[in-house]
Nanobody, 118 residues
């Protein structure tokens, strides 16, 4: 059974930082592509960062230069370091397992809320 458990969300002021973690089980982590997605109220879920099994990364333009995705294969965990947060970053953040950034993920976590106050 695949499980993806996100943590690290919360309330932060604009300009602040948060680090999200996603612990995975039930998959061969080291060979999996991993992504972070977010969904704001009234908006579609969007990909914001993706890391391949060879550590290649992709970012949405809206977060490029502010967010960093990384992975620790020894801990079966993927991270999202978020700096210079803006109110527009307020959303539920999901980690997911997928073949690549361009296809719909196969597995999703339950999501963690990030709220950025102005």
């Amino acid at each position: 059974q695949v499980q993806l458990v996100e943590s690290g969300g919360g309330l932060v002021q604009a300009g602040g930082s948060l680090r999200l973690s996603c612990a995975a089980s039930g998959i061969i982590f080291s060979t999996s592509g991993l992504g972070w997605y977010r969904q704001a109220p009234g908006k579609q879920r969007e990909l914001i960062a993706f890391i391949t099994n060879t550590f290649s990364t992709t970012y949405a333009d809206s977060v490029k230069g502010r967010f960093t995705i990384s992975r620790d294969n020894a801990k079966n965990t993927v991270y999202l370091q978020m700096n210079s947060l803006e109110p527009e970053d307020t959303a539920v953040y999901y980690c997911a397992v997928g073949a690549s950034a361009s296809v719909r993920p196969r597995y999703w976590g339950q999501g963690t809320q990030v709220t950025v106050s102005s």
